[in-house]
């Protein structure tokens, strides 16, 4: 009886020895095999105790006449391969483990300068031995056809996790810790689709009194509002008081035009420029037949007598466009052409203050919708404008910064349309903007973070047993570009975008500016985003453990 007690132990020790991993498997999987080899090592001390028992219930008995007296020969041989089998397991798994540390250890002290590279904007520098996706993902990963190097996100690209050799357990098991993350995380309650089509048919309501009121005046011509900002990109940072953003495109009266004129002076980094408005000539133009009079060819006061005042007598200082005075009458056309609207009956309309757009909330006793109308002038017939929308603390009147939302929007359009059903891209978005609220890190850097890693990680690997992995790179990607003091802005000099977003010239040869300029020039607030990071990530780390 003692025989097959000693053998079932034995046999036990066996099987419930540790696996050896290959060097595919992540630090999480690391951390569960040394406590399972913890586990091991308490079963191990209880099996010697057992055996020690054993041996003095034999009385005289020793170890090699106990094994002897109760096995037979055959036994005793399979006893011996069996022992040999742990003792070789043991032994590959350490050599892996050494192979994985030994390279890490040597890349710490040279990963910097490795990363450096990678943040530059030279085709993909220092990326090329990077491999993110199998032949078969190449579609669902290059949202515009070509290779997988991205031109501006200072972070190690994810392994392709779709083409490594997992079995459906581990899939499962990563099913399982996405799922439990996701339910962890309180989600705001958030009807994004419905705002963002109530908001658009109320800008359509707008604009055909609009055309009405503007038909032969000399005010700039309002074109079809686009829905712009996170909100019609599918996601929002706010819990409550969700704001739906439209960029309203201008263009220049009869008898105006407008010339845009970037300015040199102020910051290097961002792209600011002027609207220069310019009377034309309308004599004998197909105007004249609108009783119009030609600016520039007819007497100042008979202009004053019989035609309305010039848009440079309006809306402009110094022969410039001003957002502030573009403000104003924005606001005087909404309150003005408000009551003419169907939505009027059941709405309360009240302005929110604002200088450099037109600000709104809508009311109606159960539900409040906050609008917000920004304008601009459109370069050329690409996705790129010049609006209203403030990037400094101050912005002069008559300064309009360069915008890009109507090409970030329609990327996020364009990975929607590819990304199978249940991506959760737009999850892990709003989940870093919450949870990087109260310290230095804007909307807009993890914005730009996640719309890099789009860019590399394939559209098919944002599903919830991603989930987790997911988190896990944008924290990564937050790291790197702080530690390395650069984020290259997405749109600006970007070669790679989608063909659906269309760019003018410049912006495709254009620098991309480094998003973390000030941490390049101040080692305080380097250090302050570094600590920073360090509580973001022991945030993440808390969430995903589920600790308290």
Request: hydrophobic letters at 40%; charged letters at 25%.
């Amino acid at each position: 009886m003692d025989s097959w007690v000693l053998w079932f132990l034995l046999l036990q020790g066996v099987l419930q020895y540790p696996q050896p991993v290959g060097d595919g498997f992540d630090d999480v999987t690391r951390l569960r095999m040394e406590a399972r080899a913890k586990l091991q090592e308490e079963v191990k001390m209880r099996l010697e105790q057992e055996l020690e028992q054993l041996v003095l219930m034999q009385g005289v008995w020793g170890w090699e006449d106990l094994l002897c007296s109760a096995l037979e020969p055959w036994q005793l041989w399979a006893i011996a391969g069996l022992l040999l089998v742990p003792l070789t397991l043991w032994n590959m798994w350490r050599k892996s483990s050494m192979r994985r540390e030994v390279p890490q250890e040597e890349n710490n002290g040279g990963n910097e300068e490795d990363i450096r590279n990678v943040g530059e904007n030279e085709g993909g520098a220092g990326n090329e031995d990077i491999d993110v996706g199998n032949a078969g993902e190449d579609e669902d990963n290059d949202v515009n056809g070509e290779d997988h190097e991205d031109h501006g996100l200072v972070m190690q690209v994810p392994a392709n996790e779709e083409g490594d050799a997992r079995n459906e357990f581990e899939h499962d098991r990563d099913d399982n810790l996405g799922r439990m993350v996701l339910e962890r995380i309180q989600w705001p309650v958030q009807d994004l689709l419905r705002g963002c089509q109530w908001t658009t048919n109320l800008m359509e309501s707008f604009a055909i009194y609009f055309r009405r009121v503007l038909s032969d005046s000399f005010y700039p011509v309002l074109q079809e509002a686009i829905g712009v900002g996170s909100a019609f990109e599918g996601w929002s940072p706010r819990e409550q008081d969700v704001v739906y953003q439209v960029l309203v495109p201008m263009t220049p009266p009869r008898g105006h035009s407008f010339h845009l004129e970037l300015d040199t002076a102020g910051q290097r980094q961002v792209r600011n420029f002027r609207v220069r408005v310019q009377q034309e000539c309308t004599c004998g133009s197909a105007q004249q037949g609108k009783n119009m009079l030609c600016f520039l060819h007819h007497p100042e006061e008979e202009l004053s007598r019989n035609q309305d005042p010039s848009l440079l007598d309006t809306l402009c200082t110094d022969s410039y466009l001003d957002v502030h005075k573009t403000s104003r009458w924005f606001y005087q056309l909404v309150r003005a052409v408000w009551p003419a609207l169907l939505q009027s009956h059941n709405w309360h309309l009240v302005l929110l203050p604002s200088r450099r757009s037109c600000q709104f909330k809508v009311t109606n006793g159960r539900e409040s919708i906050r609008i917000e109308m920004l304008f601009g002038v459109r370069q050329g017939d690409s996705d790129i404008f010049v609006s209203s929308e403030p990037r400094e603390a101050y912005t002069s009147s008559t300064i309009w910064p360069e915008s890009y939302a109507v090409a970030e929007m329609k990327f996020f359009k364009v990975i929607a349309r590819r990304a199978p059903p249940g991506s959760l891209h737009l999850k892990c978005l709003q989940f870093f903007t919450r949870l990087q609220l109260g310290l230095g890190f804007s909307t807009y850097t993890i914005k730009t973070i996640v719309m890099h890693l789009l860019r590399i990680v394939p559209v098919s690997q944002w599903r919830r047993r991603h989930f987790v992995r997911r988190l896990l790179d944008i924290s990564e990607g937050i790291r790197t570009c702080v530690q390395v003091r650069r984020l290259s802005h997405f749109i600006l000099g970007n070669p790679r975008l989608p063909e659906e977003i269309n760019l003018p010239a410049e912006i495709l040869i254009a620098s991309p500016y480094n998003l973390f300029h000030d941490l390049e020039m101040d080692p305080v607030a380097h250090s302050q985003a570094m600590s920073q990071y360090v509580v973001l990530h022991q945030w993440l780390k808390r969430i995903i453990n589920n600790e308290e």
